[in-house]
């Protein structure tokens, strides 16, 4: 808090800063003050001083009746501003809901609504408010109508992009796979998180609705007399300004003034707070390759996968980072998953947990959780048998909410658990992964916890419901060594009470070799090998892999091994086999015919021309794979 407050002091601090601090009290003091004050001096009719020019007694001079202009344009401010800000409210108001109701709306109706924001927002904001002034109807609620509905749109178009970018963080995917609801989501995950960017947004959009009220009082559409705010007391200024050219000068000064005051307090706020995003789609994306069926999965697979692609949307076309991917994960059973950065290896794992967003597209010839379709399984069923543990502990927590709270939502929203059992749930369930004095960490926030806690109490929310599987995504590539094997003996804990299957994805061989049984080794979106993590690897990219494994009997006199080139973009798979640039065995077989994952041995499939069966040098199979 402490922090926050030295932030907004040294914004204070500034120029910019400095200015909106004092024009914004001066509007608002004014705002308060000058009707109480001036009230009946603004409105005291004078027939000896009609029109007059500046004066000691009028420094602005005075109206047709005789009354004051710059006791006027004082008074005027509370309508003006206070017109402004009512807008205001009615456009980020409006806009918020018609941002977020393509979330939770059929997406037909969604599609529609977001095509028709997109639409008004291409009309320039003034125009829209005079058509709907037209509509609406002449005077002040018609006025405050018209700009607030005339601004709706571009808060709505910021809602939605606001949301896209929220929407993708670990922490809003953790609550999904907790099967907690569309509306819930947008209301407890989403929109806090996207509060104070709209805030600045609105602040400067204050600013222009003042313009624009004034803009229509001035056209003779706004405020209507006996009321008057700055720009029906302009359009009088102007009307005589032959005679008293100060008369419009000073509701003119004012709005400049309130303007500014808005618009430097937005940018202050924004210096502050900082934000940014966007997103696209293009056509329809590619059909499958056709790849062999797996083989008959296994009578207790939790997890059946076949033929799975995910696909993305470029400039260029789709792009595909993962290209057919089959296996099958059996009850109580560790699988890892390990390949170099863009394998594929994450998205699969997304894909299975159902968390590949838009515009990205799965597709499967089989894709099955615990014996349903995962596209008909409901969030409600996911949520209590599937748990995901991902990288970053610190995005996986919303960090405006309590860890305790954030545990107990999956019961509340599961299990039908009343706020205070579903917390004492909570509360075990960190017991049980072992989070020291957990009542009291669970009414800590997250940033309070540390690496390895939050990620301890991110496991912990799997176990609020009876997982069948934790797809674990890198859960220990953010912790150090020691964390790192803390976290690795819960995860096997938690294997053995609680009889979940286990996907580990990994880049670290060694990582999955101490946690799993299996191994699945991804290259350029496939599943070149599929081995038993005590069998000796068969493919020249696994044998690689293994190869630059360092450990403590690594000779530090010898360089390290290495594996030359870089894999292959997502976009760029060359014909053959996509390791062939990299492979020392590569034939000109594998440069023109992709090799297909076919059975080895038992429990073994490789996806290789010329597999390898003897040892590695310097290192038995049983010690590289195991
Ligand atoms: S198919 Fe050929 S290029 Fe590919 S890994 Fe096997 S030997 Fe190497």
Redesign the pocket.
């Known amino acids: 808090m402490a922090r926050r407050g030295s932030v907004w002091t040294a914004a204070l601090r500034t120029p910019v800063g400095a200015c909106s601090a004092v024009l914004l009290a001066l509007v608002v003091v004014l705002s308060v003050l000058a009707p109480l004050l001036w009230g009946d001096g603004a409105a005291a009719i004078d027939t000896d001083a009609i029109g007059q020019g500046p004066s000691g007694a009028h420094p602005f001079g005075t109206d047709s009746l005789g009354r004051d202009l710059l006791l006027r344009t004082l008074v005027a401010t509370r309508l003006s501003v206070g017109l402004a800000v009512l807008a205001t409210a009615i456009g980020a108001g409006t806009g918020v809901v018609l941002g977020t109701l393509p979330s939770v709306l059929p997406r037909r109706v969604g599609r529609l609504l977001t095509a028709v924001v997109d639409i008004a927002v291409a009309f320039p904001g003034l125009l829209l408010a005079l058509f709907l002034a037209v509509i609406f109807g002449v005077g002040t609620h018609g006025a405050v109508l018209a700009i607030g509905f005339a601004m709706a749109p571009a808060f709505a178009r910021l809602v939605q992009t606001l949301s896209a970018s929220v929407s993708g963080r670990d922490f809003v995917a953790a609550a999904r796979i907790a099967g907690v609801g569309r509306a819930r989501l947008l209301a407890r995950h989403v929109l806090p998180n996207i509060g104070e960017p709209l805030v600045v947004n609105a602040t400067i959009g204050a600013g222009s609705a003042l313009l624009a009220f004034a803009g229509l009082s001035f056209l003779g559409i706004g405020v209507q007399a006996p009321d008057y705010d700055w720009g029906r007391l302009l359009r009088e200024g102007l009307d005589g300004i032959y005679v008293n050219p100060a008369a419009a000068l000073a509701p003119a000064a004012a709005v400049v003034l309130a303007g500014l005051a808005f618009n430097l307090v937005g940018e202050t706020v924004a210096a502050v707070v900082g934000v940014r995003t966007r997103a696209r789609r293009r056509g329809a994306p590619p059909r499958p390759a056709a790849r062999p069926a797996l083989a008959q999965p296994p009578a207790d697979a939790v997890l059946v996968v076949e033929n799975l692609r995910v696909a993305f949307p470029g400039p260029d076309g789709w792009t595909v980072p993962v290209r057919g991917v089959s296996f099958s994960v059996r009850a109580g059973e560790a699988i890892g998953v390990v390949g170099e950065s863009g394998s594929g290896k994450s998205l699969t794992a997304l894909a299975v947990s159902r968390l590949v967003e838009a515009p990205g597209v799965v597709t499967a010839d089989r894709l099955e959780f615990a014996g349903t379709p995962l596209a008909e399984a409901s969030d409600r069923e996911l949520g209590t048998a599937l748990a995901m543990v991902f990288q970053d502990p610190m995005t996986s927590f919303n960090p405006a909410r309590r860890v305790g709270g954030q545990l107990a939502e999956v019961s509340e929203q599961h299990h039908g658990l009343s706020r205070r059992a579903a917390f004492a749930r909570a509360v075990d369930r960190l017991a049980a992964v072992r989070v020291p004095a957990a009542e009291r960490r669970a009414r800590q926030y997250p940033h309070e916890f540390s690496g390895g806690m939050r990620q301890r109490a991110m496991i912990g929310m799997g176990l609020m419901g009876r997982p069948k599987l934790i797809v674990a995504d890198e859960p220990t590539t953010a912790l150090d060594v020691t964390v790192q094997r803390q976290v690795l003996r819960l995860l096997a804990r938690t294997r053995e009470t609680e009889g979940a299957a286990i996907l580990l994805i990994s880049h670290d061989i060694a990582v999955v070799s101490q946690t799993c049984e299996r191994m699945l080794v991804m290259y350029a979106g496939r599943i070149?090998e599929d081995l038993p993590t005590g069998s000796p690897a068969r493919?020249?990219?696994t044998r690689a892999l293994l190869a630059t494994t360092v450990d403590l009997e690594t000779d530090r006199d010898r360089p390290l091994e290495v594996i030359p080139g870089r894999p292959p973009e997502p976009d760029q798979v060359p014909e053959?086999?996509?390791?062939?640039a990299r492979?020392?065995?590569?034939?000109e077989?594998?440069?023109t015919e992709d090799?297909v994952l076919e059975p080895a041995a038992d429990g073994h499939r490789v996806?290789?021309?010329?597999?390898q069966v003897t040892a590695l040098s310097g290192q038995s199979h049983e010690e590289g794979a195991a």
């Open positions: 070149v493919h020249p990219y053959g086999c996509a390791f062939a492979c020392p065995l590569a034939s077989r594998c440069r090799p996806a290789c021309w010329h597999p």
